[in-house]
């Protein structure tokens, strides 16, 4: 019998699928797993739904051993066989590149992501999958949110669905709708054996715990700012951001500014330099 949790987080995952089109007839998607929560859940609820929508969906479960001194690989390998997933370990050892090449105390999160991703694009390629499944979730969504807006000047965050430059891979995100408290409770029912990731897990100065430490204080005086956050995402009106190329694609025509001895003149936005 499903859980309320179990059934809550399948819903949220099908509304995804239906709002942005992430499942197709005979896809076959590689479910890249870390051993963590989010992708233990991914997983879990993919199966659920491959066995109930009316058309052939096939899924490969994939993990990267990076190479990370003690990582329990074996854990993850015998829970995957004893649940019955098809399932893929790929040895790389990007650990050491990583550590080669990031000084002493920095954040590692970004050299060992654009690792990671292109390794795992090349397996997807090489297992014929047609889609990449990732592990993040609503609260990923509204921290890349936050960091790209505030540490990169970006308006932008984590899209439920993206097509890499080359063509060759799409990356799906069906988690984007399930907020990460649920994911926990839920790994937690299940008693998932979740493994630590030792190549970053004790760097406490991460930009992410940061936004994390900053919404929860913000979340304290109003419980709403995080779901006002996720939502604006979906509510963007262009004609009042500053984004020229924006305006060119949805018809606003910018005007020219004039020379400032004429004297001042109201026009439909700020001139960006």
């Known amino acids: 019998m499903s859980s309320r949790l179990e059934k809550k987080l399948a819903r949220d995952v099908a509304r995804a699928s239906k709002d942005f089109g992430l499942f197709e007839p005979d896809?076959?998607?590689?479910?890249?797993?870390?051993?963590?929560?989010?992708?233990?859940?991914?997983?879990?609820?993919?199966r659920h739904i491959a066995r109930r929508v009316p058309f052939?969906?096939?899924?490969?479960?994939?993990?990267?051993?990076?190479?990370?001194?003690?990582?329990?690989?074996?854990?993850?390998?015998s829970w995957l066989q004893d649940q019955g997933y098809e399932h893929r370990i790929i040895y790389r050892d990007t650990y050491s590149i990583v550590k080669e090449k990031v000084p002493e105390g920095k954040t590692t999160c970004s050299l060992c992501s654009r690792l990671r991703r292109g390794i795992l694009y090349n397996v997807a390629e090489e297992l014929g999958c047609t889609k990449i499944a990732l592990g993040h979730h609503r609260d990923d969504v509204i921290e890349t949110l936050l960091l790209n807006l505030l540490y990169s000047g970006q308006l932008?965050?984590?899209?439920?669905l993206l097509r890499s430059d080359d063509g060759r891979n799409t990356v799906i995100r069906p988690l984007v709708y399930?907020?990460?408290?649920?994911?926990?409770a839920f790994a937690e029912e299940m008693a998932f054996p979740i493994l630590p990731c030792d190549l970053c897990g004790s760097q406490e100065n991460l930009q992410r715990k940061k936004i994390k430490r900053l919404l929860s204080a913000l979340e304290a005086d109003n419980p709403k700012i995080?779901?006002?956050?996720?939502?604006?995402?979906?509510?963007v009106r262009p004609s009042h951001l500053l984004d020229r190329k924006m305006w060119e694609l949805i018809g606003i025509e910018a005007p020219q500014g004039e020379d400032p001895s004429l004297g001042p003149r109201e026009t439909l936005a700020p001139q960006v330099p």
């Open 156 to 160: 932008k965050a984590m899209p439920p």
């Open 178 to 184: 399930c907020r990460e408290d649920e994911i926990a």
């Open 56 to 77: 052939g969906l096939e899924i490969i479960a994939v993990n990267l051993d990076q190479g990370q001194p003690g990582f329990p690989v074996e854990i993850l390998r």
């Open 226 to 235: 995080k779901g006002n956050l996720f939502a604006a995402l979906g509510n």
């Open 27 to 46: 896809d076959r998607v590689m479910v890249a797993i870390s051993g963590g929560k989010d992708s233990y859940t991914m997983l879990h609820i993919l």
